[in-house]
């Protein structure tokens, strides 16, 4: 089955969020991460997507795909994409990967809807071990009045609500982790569910060190009994995105 997520579309003008009040904790590390995301310079990284599925009524592991790579970059409010070497545009991500299940949105959109504006709402969700790291979990929702999640397949799209967990390094308040699954979706899409992991780690952009998705973990399990795509993307080569020009006053 193809099915394809087109993700977080986040609007242009951002509001710096308000957390709940009572939880400082909860503040700083909102805080933290929009400071984080408000300061990022347009940046590009390699994405490597390793996809694997299992058909419907196997109980065998997943079999790998195939494995896809293209050049991501973070540009203002939008995400361009391209097959390395070439020109990265502003495009569908179903028109450059138009088969199986792929999504946009990882890098930045998520973490801009968290943090960055008043539509989620959130509770503590407790203290959490991450890569062996102690860490603060917050549990956050998303409504469909105000969600841009976009779930499309086969020609069809419609606007899904969410919820998920970040968590944050207990010292530092530094993101680690962030989960996202997917709420309200039709049952003509025959996806009975979504969830989405993303780590972090921090990245040296132009000079400064920045907190950047490093590995992304999609699950999608069908209707159809035992039937689930997992796609598994990290993120390297990460760099400062920016144009160059020069003007030469050269003889002919």
């Known amino acids: 089955a193809t099915a394809v997520g087109s993700a977080i579309q986040a609007q242009s003008a951002f509001r710096f969020a308000q957390a709940p009040e009572g939880d400082r904790q909860l503040v700083r590390i909102r805080a933290r991460m929009a400071d984080n995301l408000r300061r990022l ?64 949105g990882d890098f930045a959109g998520l973490a801009n809807i968290v943090f960055r504006t008043h539509d989620a709402t959130f509770r503590p969700a407790g203290n959490k071990k991450i890569g062996g790291h102690e860490a603060l979990g917050f549990s956050y929702e998303v409504v469909r009045a105000v969600s841009h999640y976009m779930l499309g397949r086969d020609g069809q799209s419609v606007v ?24 309200g979706i039709p049952d003509s899409f025959a996806v009975r569910s979504s969830v989405t992991i993303i780590d972090y780690q921090k990245s040296h952009i132009g000079g400064f060190d920045f907190l950047l998705p490093s590995r992304v973990q999609r699950d999608v399990h069908y209707s159809a009994i035992g039937s689930m795509s997992e796609n598994v993307s990290t993120f390297t080569n990460c760099r400062q995105y920016e144009a160059q020009s020069a003007i030469r006053f050269d003889e002919p």
């Open 160 to 183: 899904v609500p969410y919820h998920g967990v970040f968590c944050a390094d207990a010292q530092s308040l530094d993101m680690l982790r962030m989960e996202l699954v997917l709420d």
């Open 41 to 104: 310079p347009n940046y590009t990284c390699l994405m490597t997507v390793e996809r694997s599925a299992r058909p419907a009524g196997r109980v065998r592991d997943l079999v790998h795909q195939d494995t896809i790579r293209l050049e991501v970059a973070e540009v203002g409010d939008k995400e361009l994409f391209g097959w390395p070497g070439t020109t990265l545009m502003d495009q569908r991500i179903e028109d450059i990967v138009p088969d199986g299940v792929f999504a946009n």
